[in-house]
């Protein structure tokens, strides 16, 4: 890893000056350019190189310790939306909001992979009564690969609800459309939790939508605009959360632009709800999402 500032056509790991006062990695190789913050293991930034960026990142982030970085991949864990027992706790867990230090890396012509660690303190256990070590492995080449594992290293059992909440670039969400979940079905957060089953082959964009689908399937962004599909593969995860806040919640969110909302889509694979996961002391369990990009 290099502490130079080379221009991000330098292929390797760099570490380079980032927003506010936390640290950034550059990857650069043959097939894409992405970056990361140590801060919450958060991946910021990932371009194929004969692709406009995949992951969309608001204007209005905030970089700062304690808060989420607004776009890219957040790491939601050990829960999923608010804490099931403690409303002052913050939403969707303390993962994306702690420093993690990097373990491994590994720069082949055409991917970059970096390892991260982040693992129980008193501070974690504080918020969260169970000691574990948490791995991320970062793959960007051809395709961006966010491996998050899970090591129980305590005594007991623990139960966890995850997300690796992916925030995808489109050009307008009211002309994009996902495929592949057909059938399944689905919590909808903004119809206070009603469980519905998608109609229909395809999911399309009128209003705010916030679904956590029941599912272990890919599905595909299209975007007619950009002319090209964003396939998310995803593996150890029972479901996918499709989320766009829409005009008065992006509003609401001083992080997020008000005029951004049409041009993001959340994919998320995620371990949520009837998904949640019990991990076994000394056991381990890994929630993993592939993103591909291809002309329409
Ligand atoms: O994944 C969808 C969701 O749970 C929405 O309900 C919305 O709250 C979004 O996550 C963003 O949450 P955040 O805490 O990052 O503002």
């Not at 995808?168 to 969400?173: F, Q, S």
């Not at 469980?195 to 599905?219: H, K, M, N, S, W």
């Given at each position: 890893?290099?502490?130079?500032?080379?221009?991000?056509?330098?292929?390797?790991?760099?570490t380079l000056p980032g927003n506010g006062d936390l640290t950034r990695i550059v990857l650069s190789n043959t097939q894409s350019v992405g970056e990361l913050y140590l801060h919450g293991a958060h991946m910021t930034r990932w371009q194929p190189r004969d692709s406009e960026p995949v992951l969309w990142l608001s204007d209005s982030a905030v970089f700062t310790a304690g808060k989420a970085i607004r776009g890219g991949v957040p790491l939601c864990w050990p829960w999923f939306g608010p804490h099931p027992a403690d409303a002052s706790a913050k939403a969707h867990g303390f993962a994306r909001l702690n420093e993690w230090r990097v373990g491994g890396v590994e720069q082949q012509r055409e991917h970059t992979r970096v390892t991260l660690h982040l693992t129980s303190s008193p501070a974690t256990l504080d918020l969260w009564p169970h000691d574990f070590a948490l791995a991320l492995e970062i793959t960007a080449g051809p395709t961006l690969a966010v491996a998050l594992t899970t090591h129980n290293?305590?005594?007991?059992?623990?139960?966890?609800?995850e997300a690796l909440h992916t925030y995808l670039t489109v050009a307008d969400i009211g002309q994009v459309s996902i495929e592949g979940?057909?059938?399944a079905r689905y919590i909808d957060q903004t119809r206070s939790g009603a469980v519905l089953t998608q109609d229909g082959p395809t999911v399309t964009f009128i209003e705010e939508t916030d679904r956590v689908y029941q599912t272990t399937a890919a599905c595909t962004v299209i975007d007619p605009v950009l002319g090209r599909r964003i396939h998310v593969a995803k593996s150890g995860s029972g479901s996918t959360v499709v989320w766009n806040p829409w005009i008065e919640k992006a509003a609401r969110l001083a992080d997020f632009g008000d005029d951004e909302w049409p041009g993001i889509v959340c994919i998320e694979a995620a371990n949520a709800f009837d998904a949640a996961i019990t991990i076994a002391p000394g056991d381990s369990h890994t929630i993993r999402t592939e993103i591909s990009v291809y002309p329409l």
């Amino acid at each position: 890893m290099t502490n130079t500032t080379p221009s991000l056509d330098t292929p390797g790991v760099h570490t380079l000056p980032g927003n506010g006062d936390l640290t950034r990695i550059v990857l650069s190789n043959t097939q894409s350019v992405g970056e990361l913050y140590l801060h919450g293991a958060h991946m910021t930034r990932w371009q194929p190189r004969d692709s406009e960026p995949v992951l969309w990142l608001s204007d209005s982030a905030v970089f700062t310790a304690g808060k989420a970085i607004r776009g890219g991949v957040p790491l939601c864990w050990p829960w999923f939306g608010p804490h099931p027992a403690d409303a002052s706790a913050k939403a969707h867990g303390f993962a994306r909001l702690n420093e993690w230090r990097v373990g491994g890396v590994e720069q082949q012509r055409e991917h970059t992979r970096v390892t991260l660690h982040l693992t129980s303190s008193p501070a974690t256990l504080d918020l969260w009564p169970h000691d574990f070590a948490l791995a991320l492995e970062i793959t960007a080449g051809p395709t961006l690969a966010v491996a998050l594992t899970t090591h129980n290293t305590g005594a007991d059992p623990f139960t966890i609800t995850e997300a690796l909440h992916t925030y995808l670039t489109v050009a307008d969400i009211g002309q994009v459309s996902i495929e592949g979940l057909h059938g399944a079905r689905y919590i909808d957060q903004t119809r206070s939790g009603a469980v519905l089953t998608q109609d229909g082959p395809t999911v399309t964009f009128i209003e705010e939508t916030d679904r956590v689908y029941q599912t272990t399937a890919a599905c595909t962004v299209i975007d007619p605009v950009l002319g090209r599909r964003i396939h998310v593969a995803k593996s150890g995860s029972g479901s996918t959360v499709v989320w766009n806040p829409w005009i008065e919640k992006a509003a609401r969110l001083a992080d997020f632009g008000d005029d951004e909302w049409p041009g993001i889509v959340c994919i998320e694979a995620a371990n949520a709800f009837d998904a949640a996961i019990t991990i076994a002391p000394g056991d381990s369990h890994t929630i993993r999402t592939e993103i591909s990009v291809y002309p329409l």
